[in-house]
Antibody, heavy 121, light 108 residues
Framework: QVQLQESGPGLVKSSETLALSCTVSGGSIKSHYWSWIRQPPGKGLEWIGYFHYSGSTKYNPSLQSRVTISGDTSKNQFSLRLNSVTAADTAVYYC???????????????WGQGTAVTVSS | DIVLTQSPGTLSLSPGERATLSCRASQSLSNNYLAWYQQKPGQAPRLLTYDASTRATGIPDRFSGSASGTNFTLTISRLEPEDFAVYYCQQFDNSPFTFGGGTKVEIK
């Protein structure tokens, strides 16, 4: 059974870089697309972007200038970097797997538990 | 960006009743690549349906999705106590893969 676990600092200073990792266990990151999603406190979900081990990435244009998603097949991990953070980036950050082999359009079927990140001034 | 508008914002129903949740897309989803999720407090979302109407693995058959043009519907035929939660739709036809604002199904 595939499981995802986010890790990274829970507190980031304003203007600095938020860096999170997602470790995949029970499966390989080579077989699916992988996404990051965030949810500000008390609000809805926002898709940040996806990664495929082939090197393919796609980002939400609202964040594109500040975000990088990459992967490390040797560690079976993928990571999120978000530069120049502000209080508006305070949220629970989730990593998730796209359902379906080699496809990204069937929905997100496996999610990490989420990690709360607060941006402080 | 494709905007997904969910309605109503809150649905107050009793266990055993039927719930009908709406998700309207601002433009046509040519492939009907739309998914529905359930989220409970403090938990990650759970995939319910994809391709507008295909139930995900392990999802009870009281959950069903349908599509008509730019209108998508999630129906819960008979609400169980564990179904009271927030529901989101998400489209995968075009990047960015936008979510709707959510519908909260609460106990009346």
């Amino acid at each position: 059974q595939v499981q995802l676990q986010e890790s990274g600092p829970g507190l980031v200073k304003s203007s600095e870089t938020l860096a999170l990792s997602c470790t995949v266990s029970g499966g390989s990151i080579k077989s699916h697309y992988w996404s990051w999603i965030r949810q500000p406190p008390g609000k809805g979900l926002e898709w940040i972007g996806y990664f495929h081990y082939s090197g393919s990435t796609k980002y939400n244009p609202s964040l594109q200038s500040r975000v990088t998603i990459s992967g490390d097949t040797s560690k079976n991990q993928f990571s999120l970097r978000l530069n120049s953070v502000t209080a508006a980036d305070t949220a629970v950050y989730y990593c998730a797997r796209h359902f379906g082999l080699y496809a990204y359009y069937y929905g997100l079927d496996v999610w990490g538990q989420g990690t709360a990140v607060t941006v402080s001034s | 960006d494709i905007v997904l508008t969910q309605s109503p914002g809150t649905l107050s129903l009793s266990p055993g009743e039927r719930a009908t949740l709406s998700c309207r897309a601002s433009q046509s989803l040519s492939n009907n690549y739309l998914a529905w999720y359930q989220q409970k407090p403090g938990q990650a979302p759970r995939l319910l349906t994809y391709d507008a109407s295909t139930r995900a693995t392990g999802i009870p058959d009281r959950f069903s999705g349908s599509a008509s043009g730019t209108n998508f519907t999630l129906t819960i035929s008979r609400l169980e106590p564990e179904d009271f939660a927030v529901y989101y739709c998400q489209q995968f036809d075009n990047s960015p893969f936008t979510f709707g604002g959510g519908t909260k199904v609460e106990i009346k």
